[in-house]
T-cell receptor, first 111, second 117 residues
Framework: GEDVEQSLFLSVREGDSSVINCTYT??????LYWYKQEPGAGLQLLTY?????DMKQDQRLTVLLNKKDKHLSLRIADTQTGDSAIYFC???????????FGQGTELSVKP | GAVVSQHPSWVICKSGTSVKIECRSL??????MFWYRQFPKQSLMLMAT?????????EQGVEKDKFLINHASLTLSTLTVTSAHPEDSSFYIC?????????????FGPGTRLTVL
């Protein structure tokens, strides 16, 4: 079945890089996503990667995909206190727009 | 990016009453919208897919008669929680894929927090 796993917490110091990891089980996943959720708010799409790509970079964000190991990571360079939030990894299978979300990783950035 | 709104942002109701939550795509048309439910400190669980002009598709374990979905127009989907009970208290979030990107980019509403007393 479909399953997405993430570690629950990550704490970093301001200015350091943050790496949030995610594993998924559905080999038919076509797109993999990273969303950010701030307290009491909806989800903000940060970036997504197509399954035939290995890497995607967008300003401070770098997404790495290891399709063989079904492992996805999000690296945030020069992490700021405003980056503190919960980050969700999600996969989309080939059919339809249904997204399967991980449990979310709570990122805490200390000054 | 595209904007999806929800109304109300929060609602408190008595047990046994019905509550309607609206999801609107403000600057694009959405033939499909998705309704998710999120418990505190937990992930989003897809409840149903709302389809304009046809019946909603519900995920396994979601009661159709309890969570009524109506996709009234290309910019509006509503979720009605009928005869709400305290266990229905949750954060309900909708999303809509932007047509220019197919299903590649889904934009989420800000969520509606439902508290049933």
């Amino acid at each position: 079945g479909e399953d997405v796993e993430q570690s629950l917490f990550l704490s970093v110091r301001e200015g350091d890089s943050s790496v949030i990891n995610c594993t998924y089980t559905d080999s038919s996943s076509t797109y993999l996503y990273w969303y950010k959720q701030e307290p009491g708010a909806g989800l903000q799409l940060l970036t997504y990667i197509f399954s035939n790509m290995d890497m995607k970079q967008d300003q401070r964000l770098t997404v790495l995909l290891n399709k063989k190991d079904k492992h996805l990571s999000l690296r945030i360079a020069d992490t700021q206190t405003g980056d503190s939030a919960i980050y969700f990894c999600a996969e989309r299978a080939n059919q339809g727009g249904k997204l399967i979300f991980g449990q979310g990783t709570e990122l805490s950035v200390k000054p | 990016g595209a904007v999806v709104s929800q109304h109300p942002s929060w609602v408190i109701c008595k047990s046994g009453t019905s509550v309607k939550i609206e999801c609107r795509s403000l600057d694009f048309q959405a033939t499909t919208m998705f309704w998710y439910r999120q418990f505190p400190k937990q992930s989003l669980m897809l409840m149903a897919t709302s389809n304009e002009g046809s019946k909603a598709t519900y995920e396994q374990g979601v009661e159709k008669d309890k969570f009524l979905i109506n996709h009234a127009s290309l910019t509006l989907s509503t979720l009605t929680v009928t005869s709400a009970h305290p266990e229905d208290s949750s954060f309900y979030i909708c999303s809509a894929p932007h047509p220019s990107g197919g299903y590649n980019e889904q934009f989420f509403g800000p969520g509606t927090r439902l508290t049933v007393l």
